[in-house]
């Protein structure tokens, strides 16, 4: 059984808030517009223009990766609160909406001035794979005083992304946010989002597993990056008991979940009909895991949770449910 | 064989300029809110934002009847330019896109001043149906000096949809683009649009139908509001004559079209693995329909691909394709 305490927020996460742009490309554009498929790039406001200019009709859904993970936590009926800066306007309104609509609390009031709500333009492939190219806008005006400290103070978890250590602000944001929620007993869970996000930080990520982390989100890539020297076996050997639990994503392979014990968990895959759109598979994982964790699951049952999250998520377009997890629950 | 010209353009079509916000919900909700499912409802702004509140986690999809007609004709291959008000906001910009991206020709400025950029909330229901509750907005600023001669000189067919009666410029816009046609040899298309649509408007509607329209598409429930005395045989017997073609769309049962020549052809509907949301599957059937028209198929042909577009696009949120329309071409 894992552990949960009786604050009243399960999980509480600080996260960009960012509205995804999502179109099928073929690879022949990915190549051209010279981006690395499967990651996540960094854009300024023109490039972002000049690519929409070129992306084919899109989709807006809201994303933003520990909010999708909130959102999924939410929909299983958990919960959950969040902190992020969106800019007054249409796309905030939305990202929003489609928070406080599946029952996340968001008070963090917008930014007036400055840049627009932050924009994903998401290219994904015929394979599903989805490729990423971020505005990050107003996330950009979260500062630590924005870290509403009763929230952290009431969570059973403090959730917090890799990809706020892109920023100064939000790095610091987020660190206070850690602090906070180890001097209030909450148990502090980190996602390494990606793989240039590794690279960029990769020191600071590697004393944080050492020395604050308790959960730790990782997928096979990522992991090789935090360290390019070893194989996956060898990886796993480094990463095993450097944190109460570390739950590595293995794409259609599943995940393997290490923990503090020594023991080493596989959990399958739940295989799907047809993957449309990966984005939001790992963030889902992460809801279901944390699920489990904070109603007294087991740690194969909160991987599995974990998977049906996961395959969930990658049938249709858009990193947030459509319809309610908590079929997922019965099952 | 049908006919076509040698204008540039296919068709030209004039519509309201629409972000759709899709979101599943059940049917109680529907009934909560006093909405008839199935079908479109007006409402002002601070329905608009009440109802937004009370929806789950949404979509952004851009719409409008016309303007999907043209994104599918476009997506199959034809030449298409579009006449619609959007305003000038971040929504404005995602409808702009979206039609620019697929291809569509879309000139008409933003409005300036006056109301944001229209909204329909759309619920879609566990049986895929969808009930619309449109807000507007900037498609109220569309005037007859908006309605581009040049553009509909060159257009082999102008299309427009019923939802333009629903306001008195729009209305006027509408007959004016529908006077050109004429005075220029192009073909006119109308769609009837919905029950509620053709009640407000039925006089005006039969004596188009009478004297204007060449193509007119409508579904079952539609010319059961026109001839509400009448049982479906005997509405089609009043219908047929009146246009060059008339097709009607009988949902899952397919269509059936009525020709000058008084023959009735049968169309089945294309089979899909599950339906999720039928947004948009008329003004698909009529993309369809018409780039077979404008290419030279056959009336059966012509409604083979109508069905067929109007399959793909109930497969997924939203009534834009999600690939391109081209692979329907190949089958």
Same mark, same amino acid.
């Given at each position: ?15 960009n808030?960012i509205?995804?742009v999502l179109?099928?490309?073929d ?10 498929k499967?990651?996540?790039c960094l ?14 009709p ?6 933003g ?15 959950t ?14 990202f ?7 029952g ?7 930014a ?6 932050? @924009?994903?333009?998401?290219?994904? /492939?015929p %394979? +599903?794979? !989805? #490729?990423?190219?971020t505005?990050i806008?107003?996330?950009?005006e979260?500062y630590e005083n924005?870290?509403d ?6 969570a ?30 909450a ?9 240039f ?5 990769r020191?600071?990520?590697?004393s ?7 959960i730790?989100?990782c997928?096979e890539?990522?992991?090789?990056a ?26 259609? @392979?599943?995940?393997?979940?290490? /923990?503090? %014990? +020594?023991r !080493? #968990? ?28 904070t109603h007294g ?7 599995r949770?974990?998977s049906?999250?996961a ?13 309610p997890?908590?079929?997922l629950l019965?099952?």
């Amino acid at each position: 059984m894992t552990q949960a305490s009786n604050k009243p927020y399960h999980v509480v996460a600080i996260g960009n808030a960012i509205v995804d742009v999502l179109s099928f490309s073929d690879d022949a554009f990915i190549v051209g517009e010279n981006m690395k498929k499967g990651t996540m790039c960094l854009i300024d406001e023109d490039r972002a223009e000049a690519l929409y200019n070129k992306m084919g009709p899109s989709t807006e859904v809201s994303g933003g990766s520990a909010a999708n993970t909130l959102a999924g936590l939410s929909s299983l009926g958990a919960r959950t609160a969040f902190i992020g800066k969106v800019f007054k306007d249409q796309l905030g309104k939305i990202f929003r909406h489609d928070l406080q609509a599946v029952g996340v609390e968001f008070s963090t009031p917008p930014a007036e001035t400055g840049r627009s709500t932050a @924009r994903c333009l998401i290219l994904v /492939t015929p %394979d +599903g794979q !989805r #490729t990423m190219n971020t505005f990050i806008g107003a996330c950009n005006e979260l500062y630590e005083n924005d870290i509403d400290a009763g929230l952290i103070a009431n969570a059973q978890i403090v959730y917090g992304e890799g990809y706020m250590w892109d920023m100064d602000c939000t790095k610091q944001a987020m660190k206070t946010a850690f602090k906070l929620a180890k001097e209030n007993g909450a148990k502090v869970a980190f996602t390494l989002s990606d793989v240039f996000c590794v690279q960029r930080s990769r020191e600071e990520f590697l004393s944080m597993i050492e020395h604050d982390v308790d959960i730790l989100f990782c997928n096979e890539a990522e992991v090789r990056a935090l360290y390019p020297e070893d194989d996956f076996p060898a990886i796993l050997d480094k990463l095993q008991g450097k944190c109460e639990i570390v739950a590595v994503t293995t794409g259609d @392979r599943g995940s393997v979940i290490l /923990t503090k %014990d +020594g023991r !080493r #968990t596989h959990v399958d895959a739940v295989p799907v009909h047809e993957v449309i759109d990966t984005t939001g598979a790992g963030d889902l994982y992460a809801a279901g895991f944390l699920y489990g964790y904070t109603h007294g699951m087991n740690i194969r049952e909160c991987g599995r949770l974990g998977s049906a999250c996961a395959s969930d998520i990658i049938t249709h377009l858009g990193a947030r449910a459509q319809r309610p997890l908590t079929r997922l629950l019965v099952a």
